[in-house]
C-alpha cells in the first residue's frame, strides 16, 4: 500500500509541475496586435502579458461579442507606457483554469475595432480566431457598411480620417 502510494506520487507530480510558461506581447512596435494573436494552452499553464506603449488592457470577451467585457472575467486593467520607454514594461500574469476557448480584447477606445483581439483554445473550425477578429473589426463599420463609408470620404474627406489620438 504504502509502496503503490509512493509510486503513484512519484509519478504524478512531474505532470503537475509541467506547466507552460507563455509570453505575449501587448501593441509591440506600436501596432495595435496582441503578438502571438492567439495561443493554445493546457489546464494551469501561465500566460503573462508584456505591455509595450501606449495604453492597452488585456480584458475577457466573449465569442459573439469580441469588444465588450464580460461580467467577472480577466481583466488586466489599463496599462498605459510612455512613448520613450523602451523597457521594463509592465507584465500582468493569469494561469489558464479552464480547456474552454478563451477570448480577450484591448478595452483602449478604438483598438478592438481595428482588430486588437486575442484568444486561447480557439477551436480550429467552427468559432475560430479568424472569425472573432472578423467581427470584432466589424464593430468598427457604420451601418450601411463599406459603401457608406466611401460615401461619407467622397463627401467628408477629413471625417473620414481614423482618429488617430496619441495617447491612445
Ligand atoms: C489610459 O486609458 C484610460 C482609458 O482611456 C484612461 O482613463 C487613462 O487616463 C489612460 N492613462 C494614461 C496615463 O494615459
Ligand atoms: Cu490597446
Not at 480566431?129 to 457598411?145: H, I, M, N, S, V
Amino acid at each position: 500500500m504504502i509502496f503503490s502510494a509512493i509510486f503513484t506520487l512519484l509519478f504524478t507530480l512531474p505532470l503537475a509541475f509541467a506547466w507552460t510558461h507563455h509570453h505575449v506581447e501587448v501593441g509591440p512596435n506600436s501596432q495595435l496586435v496582441y503578438d502571438p494573436e492567439y495561443i493554445t494552452a493546457d489546464i494551469g499553464d501561465k500566460v503573462t502579458f508584456r505591455f509595450h506603449q501606449k495604453n492597452h488592457t488585456v480584458t475577457q470577451s466573449s465569442f459573439q461579442t469580441p469588444c465588450t467585457q464580460i461580467f467577472d472575467g480577466f481583466n488586466s486593467g489599463f496599462n498605459p507606457v510612455g512613448p520613450d520607454v523602451y523597457d521594463n514594461f509592465p507584465t500582468v500574469t493569469l494561469t489558464v483554469l479552464v480547456d474552454t476557448p478563451l477570448w480577450f480584447h484591448c478595452e483602449q477606445t478604438g483598438h478592438c475595432p481595428q482588430g486588437m483581439v486575442f484568444a486561447i483554445n480557439p477551436p480550429a473550425s467552427g468559432n475560430t480566431f479568424d472569425k472573432f477578429k472578423a467581427a470584432a473589426l466589424a464593430t468598427a463599420a457604420p451601418t450601411g457598411g463599406s459603401h457608406a463609408r466611401a460615401e461619407m470620404a467622397r463627401r467628408f474627406p477629413r471625417a473620414s480620417l481614423a482618429p488617430k489620438d496619441l495617447a491612445q
